[in-house]
């Protein structure tokens, strides 16, 4: 009786671990990309909102390239966010006080996605906060906006182009795992 059980115990552990193992086959992980520039201004300490060009997302292509489909799409959750400066050469974020990151998509409401209060940043990179939000219908979209809102704490005598990386993770379905 003490084999039966253990044989059982052996075969439920090994379904289970054989589960875990496709679980991971339906994860995945989306990069998109984006510029936006923060205007030269002599105001200091005033929000300004940023809107970005639209990033198009090719999703259904991405999807297809991780064997599954929107429809078959659990979750997905933006798991980074990079900010680099890429002009002038050498700029680094010392000027930004504060700056959240908003994404919106065709008729769903736009939602923060990233922020960084109080930079003390001194480099040409930052690495953003990310909320711990639920994008699903956002990345199933072919098209995406993201809004910047900024707020600088010394005056800028040029603008500044910046590079917003995103990874978004996503969990879907296959075969129905």
Same mark, same amino acid.
């Given at each position: 009786m003490k084999k039966v059980l253990l044989f059982i115990a052996v075969v439920t552990l090994a379904?289970? %671990?054989g589960c875990n193992a496709l679980k991971k086959l339906t994860q995945f992980r &989306?990069? %998109?990309s984006t510029d936006f520039s923060v205007p030269s201004s002599l105001l200091v300490n005033v929000p300004i909102s940023l809107p970005s060009p639209e990033i198009t997302t090719n999703s259904s292509q991405t999807f297809s390239n991780n064997n599954t489909s929107a429809d078959m799409i659990e979750s997905v959750k933006l798991e980074e966010m990079k900010l680099t400066v890429t002009s002038p050469s050498g700029k680094s974020f010392s000027f930004l006080k504060d700056i959240q990151l908003y994404l919106s998509a065709p008729n769903l409401p736009e =939602?923060? =996605?990233?922020? #960084?209060l109080n930079v003390s940043s001194t480099t040409g990179e930052l690495l953003l906060d990310v909320k711990d &939000?639920? @994008?699903?219908?956002? @990345?199933?979209?072919? #098209? @995406?906006?993201l809004r910047s809102q900024v707020l600088t704490d010394e &005056?800028?005598?040029q603008s500044i182009q910046i590079k917003a990386d995103s990874r978004f993770f996503v969990d879907a379905k296959i075969l129905g795992f």
């Open positions: 379904s289970f %671990q &989306v990069n %998109q =939602v923060l =996605v990233a922020e #960084k &939000v639920e @994008l699903k219908e956002y @990345l199933k979209k072919d #098209k @995406l906006s &005056v800028l005598t």
